[in-house]
Every structure is written in structure tokens, then in C-alpha cells.
């Protein structure tokens, strides 16, 4: 009988620190049955050799072909699941008309289970074929629907935190989109919750509720109130969109005459289990607010350049304690990779710091200091999403979970440019983070269970 239930051997990758990261060249990685990391042995290590003399040759032995590497799964901290409905469409007008004109007009089809359930089977896998093997999803306003996402990540082996989304002001929401009121909004949210509580012991990677009024202008006081009340009581995650555009910020200002932050807190939705997505109009006060209750950013850097009118200081909030993610924001971001989102993490700080406007003196241009390195922006798109969640996952390291993507570097259709066999692996990892295609996806693993493969 073997000891563990997989062994790997190859060469990973894995975030070190927030700007570091550590190559294993070579290793084995010893997974047990509860799908973790048990052991991580290096190749000079004395146990090496007799580990791989005894799983040789068995099924439970999974050796790297030459060009192929091991990374963290990714950690999408922000994606409105029913939005892949219109991924890559519909980005031509601001935030506010763009949810009147297009985005809730397609949620309030999800009341049609038939509807929401092909859009909900597609989107999980094409995550998971990207490499995304934990994500934080908004649903809809819709309970049923918003379980069957939970249902449909539970069936395809990801790791998904689920929002039924609350929208519960007759004022701001359309009169076919939103929540019959208040009361029946936090009914069906502590409803939602107990079944996705349930739900997860059927699970081995988990699945999670998330508490998740949409934004501040699309709830009531009361509604809010209700909802931080039940987060604590049932300790679950919070999500909602906070200080995102010039029109969302100044539209909190406006009510409460304080910014976004000071008002979710008060209404006990800030907690150590809170991820706030944009967050980019955040002051000082509220960086250090965010930083007091452990409350995370989703940084969500290419719908960011569609909606936000500003770009995030990551730099300037992490030196400040906040812990950031990376999010893909579908649909304002149109794309399902976090890789695509992690070159633009990269190209947005260093037009932030260069600033763009010519008619400016270049030192009047950018912000000093803003540049993030690509490094840096896969932290953001693995560890950093898990040390967001506090779970054990976004590492390749002893004691996290085995979530790993198998990346194929000479895959045949999307070949990278690696011309000699004994290239820098810091190179490599570079030229993955900026060149790798669904098509070099070659599998991807959630807790020890391989849930993709082509
Ligand atoms: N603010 C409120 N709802 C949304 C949404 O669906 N997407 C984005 N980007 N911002 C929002
Ligand atoms: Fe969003």
C-alpha cells in the first residue's frame, strides 16, 4: 500500500513573498488523501530516491514531460458568473448605463433555470481550463439559481465561493430585477446560506456562501444591516463592489457623507472574510479601515480601464497592510484568464507611474513608485487571492492544498518561444506569465482530483 495518493515530480513555481518567487526544480510533491500537500522533497534530499523507486511504474505516479511545469492554481477573486452571457460585449458606455442598459436586463433571465444553467456549466469550465481553480462568484438576485451555481462548482470539482446577490431598494433596481423587499432579500439570503453550508459537506474542496449586497445605491439601510447581521451569525464571507467609479463613490458620498468603506463598516459587512472588489478610490483612512478588519481587495485591472476612471495603487495599499487579490470582473472585464489579467495588472501600474497625459511636464505625469513586476502580479493572482480567503491554497507549498495548472511550454499550437534546453527558469516562468494560452493548459487539479485535462 502506498503512503500517499499522488506523487508528482517536476518543476514548480510558487510565490515566495509578495515579490518573490521560489523555483522547485525537480521535486516530488507527496499528496494525500484529503488532496494536500503532505511533503515536498527535494532532489538532494535523502528520501528522494527510495519515494520514486517505490511509486514508479504505479498509477499514483505522475512524472512531467520535458516543458512542462507546475503552477498554483489561480484565485479569482471577482466574477459575476452570469455575466459570461455577455463576455466581450457591451463595453462601449459608462457603469451606471451600462447595468441599466444591458447587465441587469441579461441577470433577471437567470430566473429561468434552464438559461442559468447553461450559462453556469460553461462558465465553471472554462474557468477551470483556464487555471482558475478557486473563484469568488456574484450570482443573481435569484435563490434558486444562485444555489445551482454552487451545485454546478461542487459537480465540476472547483472551489467556489457563491453570492446570491442582494438588490433589495424599489428606488435604485429595476421593478424586474430585484428582490420583492427587504425582508424576503434576507430571508432567501439565510435560506442560500444554510444550503450552500449543507451542500459543502458533500464536497471535498469546499464550496462557500458569500453575503453579497451588489453595492452600496442598489441596497436599503435596512437591507445592509440585515445582511452584516447575518454574516455574523452564520461567519460567512462578505463581497460587494466598494468605491469603484467616479459615479459609484460620489453616489455614497452623496447619501452617507463618507466614503464607501467607513459606510459598509457600519454596517458590519467589513470582516476578516470580506473581499471588496475595485476599492480603487480608497483614502488613506480607508486603506487603514480595510487593513484593521482584514477586508481584501479584488483587483480587477482590465475592467478597471473599461469602468473604474482611475487605476488601483496596489504599491501604495499593500505597503499600507492590505491584502490584494486579482479578479477578473466578468463581464466588465472580458476576459476568463488571470493571465490576461495579470499582464494588464502589470501595463496598468506602469501607466500609472509614467502617467499618459503628454500635455504635462513628464515628472507632473505619473505616480512614483506605482510600478508592479510580473512577479508581483502573479502573487496578486495566487497567493495573494488565498492569504485574501484565508484558505490554504494559491501556494505549491507543504500544508496547502494540491490546486496546481499543468503548463505544457511546447504544446504544438501555442509553442513558446524557448530555444534552448537549459533556459533560465526565471526566464520560463516570464514567458509563461506573459505567452501561455488556454491551449497550454494542459490539466488542472482541485484538492488532489484532476477536474481538466486536453
Ligand atoms: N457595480 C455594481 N454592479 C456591478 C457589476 O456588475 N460590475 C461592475 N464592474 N461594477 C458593478
Ligand atoms: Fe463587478
Redesign the pocket.
Known sequence: MNQYMHLFQGTAFSSKSPKEIQILKDYLFCINTDGMIEKIIAPEDADYQPLLDTYQGTNNFHQLAEGQYFLPGFVDLHV?AP?WAQSGTALDIP?YDW?NTY?FPLESKFSDLDFAKKVYDDVVSTLLANGTTTALY?ATVHKEASLLLAEICATKGQRGLVGKVVMDDPEQNPENYRDADTPTALADTEEFIIAVQELAKSTKQGVYPVVTP??IP?CTDEGLQGLGALAAKYDTYVQS?CS?SDW?HGYVQDRYNKNDAFALHDFGLLRDKSVMAHSNFLDDQDVDLFAQTGTAIAHCPI?NAY?ANSVIPVAHFQSKGVEIGLGS?IS?GFSPSLFDNIRQAVMSSRMLEDGVNPSLSAQDRGVPGSRITIHEAFYLATAGGGESLSLPIGRIQENYVWDVQIIDTKCPSAKLPIFNDNEDLDDVFQKMMYLVRPENIREVWVQGDKVHSR
Do not use: K, Y
Open positions: 459575476h455575466q457603469l447595468l447587465t456574484f451588489r453595492f442598489s463592489h469603484e459609484a475592467s469602468f470582473d466588465g
